[in-house]
């Protein structure tokens, strides 16, 4: 997608509806290729620093295998390891970096701090996951669905958990492909409404429309796609408890999913909590692409790369 090149991702609302359906379409096209054993080495002698100041399994892999298979390298660092983890500055962190590496991938508590990254790095920074978004998940999510149902214009996606950054994600990119998609939380735990109201404005130009609601059922009613995330994300983990009492009402069963399509995709970010956000018997069950989701974070990543840095 070539006019993303040098650009940041920091939130799927900074790009155009085409350049997140370009990037769906290339992260197939990337995966096919990759399967036959011919991606081309687009990043060539490129690095890619990897910042963490929280776990990871499948982003810090995919974007350091993705790397590793456009012919470039991932570099992982721990926050605490780096000087950011005694205080040294952003401002000075973002000049630093920016004379040795081609980008920056980073994984953060604040949105605002990356923001602040971005700000003063001369090198593209990608968003990998913050308190308010996760744009790299929304992108394999789409290309999940995109492969398994193909067009995801007019589509349905129903989200029931936490109006976390999972969440806003999968709204903002879902808006930019024309799918409608209704999220479902408890009361207290609603998106952020300045978010969604920049997505409704870009699913309105797409055609598609935004739900809000409290009722899991409204939500997955006749829906191509159910998707779950934790109830309780990396930081929350002082409310755990509340939560479980909070949620309690929504979690992803049979019961709830008979309400959807009979051909619904199940999906999940991972990792996932059986028997609190989702019973087994769903998550396990034959309709789950959870495993083929993770794997597509990989093709989902190498796009992203070889669009920005490529
Ligand atoms: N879904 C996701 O981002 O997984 P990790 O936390 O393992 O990177
Ligand atoms: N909402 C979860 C997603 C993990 C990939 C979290 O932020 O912990």
Redesign the pocket.
């Known amino acids: 997608v070539s006019s993303l090149k040098g650009k940041d991702l920091l939130t799927l609302l900074d790009y155009t509806s085409e350049e997140v359906q370009g990037l769906v379409a290339l992260s197939t096209q990337l995966k096919i290729i990759t399967k036959e054993g011919t991606c081309p080495k687009l990043l060539e002698g490129k690095t890619l620093g990897m910042i963490f100041e ?7 892999i ?1 974007f350091e295998v993705g790397m590793n298979q456009l012919g470039g390298k991932g570099m992982f660092m721990h926050a605490r390891d780096l000087q950011i983890g005694r205080g040294e500055s952003i401002y000075d962190t973002a000049h630093v970096l920016s004379g040795y590496l081609d980008g920056i991938m980073i ?1 953060a508590n604040s949105h605002a701090m990356v923001k602040e990254l971005a700000k003063h790095a001369s090198i593209p920074v990608i968003n ?2 913050t308190d308010i978004y ?1 744009p ?2 929304a992108l394999a999510d789409l290309e999940t669905i995109a492969e398994n149902k193909g067009e995801l214009k007019g589509l349905k996606i129903a989200y029931v958990g936490d109006g976390n950054n ?1 969440a806003h994600s999968l709204v903002v990119a879902s808006a930019h492909v024309g799918m409608h998609v209704a999220v479902a939380t408890p009361i207290g735990y609603e998106c952020d409404t300045a978010v969604i109201a920049k997505a409704q404005a870009i699913a309105a130009a797409n055609g598609s429309m935004i739900t809000i609601t409290n009722d899991p059922v409204e939500a997955v009613k006749d829906a191509d796609a159910v998707y779950a995330d934790v109830w309780t994300s ?1 930081g929350q983990e002082e409310e755990a408890a509340k939560r479980l009492q909070d949620f309690a009402a929504y979690q992803i069963n049979d019961e709830l999913v008979a309400h959807a399509k009979p051909d619904y995709m199940f999906l999940h ?3 996932a909590h059986r028997e609190e956000e989702v019973a087994t018997s769903v998550i396990d069950g034959p309709n789950s692409y959870i495993f083929e989701q ?1 794997e597509n ?1 990989l093709h989902a990543q190498k796009a992203v790369l070889a669009s920005i840095l490529g």
């Open positions: 929280k776990h990871s399994t499948r982003t810090r995919s994984r990998g996951l996760h790299c998940q999972v990396m970010c991972l990792p993770a974070r």
